[in-house]
């Protein structure tokens, strides 16, 4: 066999079947490969499509038949020279994934998960979101002639609810938060069999997104960097970025260095955070989010325990950043860097600066930001700044004049 299921808790292996969790100590599962089987070379790599596919041998589709979309990977790995200078470090980089299909990092994770739907049969899927992952499992179900159903809060951005509902799928708003939506999926997993993607098929819906990490590693010419700074709504990309890393070393695609893996919150959806910073091993989950970052505002974060272990085995941090940071963030790195992201990619800038100020970062460190989404998500949020550089003159000169003086 290719791969299978391995719980990360107890290590017990499984088939590689439907299992959302372990059935012995509910803890997550991940999908395991027969590392040593696989050959994979950098040249090989080289020759191969700028998808997430060219991994295809370390992502868990049987038949890669069964792949919906190709679309999505191969993200810009912008290096920050402007940003750099300004917070003093040299070597700066922002993995863009703003510039995705659906505008989200997502699209990766569910690429992955519409192809095992249809590999599995499936004619449903559906999802728990934030508003991303709802877009993006929208764009696939439409492209692979599925039928779609998106549970979220029902106050999330209207961009994302305008950008779900044009790709046809039905979205189900609920008065709650993130918890109470996934609770609702979970019930219409069993109750109306819907594969749920980011529950029934988590394992291999999670996969999609260490494919960022390789990328990096690629794109720095195979080495890794010194440290990552994640945004962490459940902790999925932030694990799958430890997991992707272990797999290149096993591979030997890259040398053994410990990469320093920081975790990025809203400080009004915090409970990573606060739990790192209080020196506790309880997450206490958050019942009611505050926070302008709704895309990762989740209280009770299904891989939060890995998320804080990982950040001090790998010398990281785990940091809740206020609103106001963010926005700041937001906009720090659009003058600077040229690139628009929505508040959780504000979430990761606003940690970088925070740990440039507490002399937690090395000026020689090569630094890698995850910037995982588009500013044009959550444009409300910036059109009260938009009257610090607008001026409504009648179109002369004189009137030029007047408004430059
Ligand atoms: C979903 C999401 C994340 C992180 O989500 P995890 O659940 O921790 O994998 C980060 N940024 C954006 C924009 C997202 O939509
Ligand atoms: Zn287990």
């Known amino acids: 066999m290719r791969f299978w299921l391995r719980c990360r808790g107890c290590g017990r292996e499984f088939e590689p079947e439907k299992l959302p969790m372990c059935p012995e100590c509910f803890e997550p599962l991940e999908v395991a490969y027969d590392l040593d089987a696989i050959e994979l070379d950098r040249e090989r790599l080289a020759s191969r499509p700028k998808t997430i596919w060219r991994y295809r041998e370390l992502l868990p589709i049987k038949d890669y038949g069964n792949v919906v979309g190709m679309r999505v990977g191969y993200s810009p790995l912008v290096k920050c020279e402007n940003l750099g200078r300004e917070l003093g470090l040299k070597e700066l980089y922002v993995k863009n994934e703003a510039r995705n299909p659906t505008y989200s990092f997502k699209d990766r994770p569910a690429e992955v998960a519409v192809s095992k739907a249809r590999e599995f049969g499936d004619e449903v899927v559906a999802c728990a ?20 159903y998106i549970i979220a809060p029902y106050d ?16 189900i708003g609920i008065e709650g938060t993130f918890d109470d939506a996934r609770r609702l999926a979970l019930m219409a997993s069993e109750v109306l069999n819907w594969n749920v993607v980011n529950f029934t098929i ?38 799958m970025t430890h997991k992707g890393i272990e797999e290149l070393k096993a591979l030997g695609l890259v040398g053994e260095k410990e990469v320093k893996l920081s975790g990025a ?12 910073e209080e020196g506790r091993d309880e997450i206490e989950p958050v019942k009611k989010p505050n926070t302008i970052a ?12 890995y998320v804080l272990k990982r950040a001090r085995e790998s010398g990281g941090y785990v940091y809740g950043i206020s609103d106001e940071e963010i926005r700041e963030a937001i906009r720090l790195l659009a003058k600077t860097e040229g690139i628009f992201t929505e508040p959780a990619g504000g979430v990761v800038i606003g940690m970088l600066k925070r740990l440039v100020e507490e002399g937690k970062l090395d000026g020689d460190e090569r630094v890698v930001c995850y ?3 588009n500013g ?30």
Request: glycine share 10%; aromatic share 8%; proline share 5%.
């Open 371 to 373: 910037v995982t989404g």
């Open 156 to 171: 999330i951005e209207r961009e994302k609810l305008a950008q779900i509902a044009s790709y046809g799928a039905r979205i």
């Open 129 to 148: 979101s934030t508003g991303n992952l709802g877009a993006s499992l929208a764009a696939y179900a439409a492209i692979a002639g599925m039928k779609c």
């Open 202 to 239: 988590r394992p291999y819906y999670a996969e999609g997104s260490k494919t960022m990490i390789y990328e990096v590693a690629e794109q720095l010419g195979w080495e890794l960097p010194d440290h990552v700074i994640i945004p962490v709504a459940s902790g999925s990309l932030y694990c």
């Open 376 to 405: 044009l998500k959550t444009m409300g949020l910036m059109t009260p700044y938009v009257h610090e550089s607008l001026v409504k003159i009648r179109p002369t000169i004189e009137e030029l004049k007047a408004a430059l003086g």
């Open 265 to 276: 919150q809203a400080k009004g959806c915090g409970p990573i955070a606060e739990a790192f």
């Open 294 to 305: 709704k895309s990762i505002a989740i209280g009770d974060p299904y891989d939060g325990k």
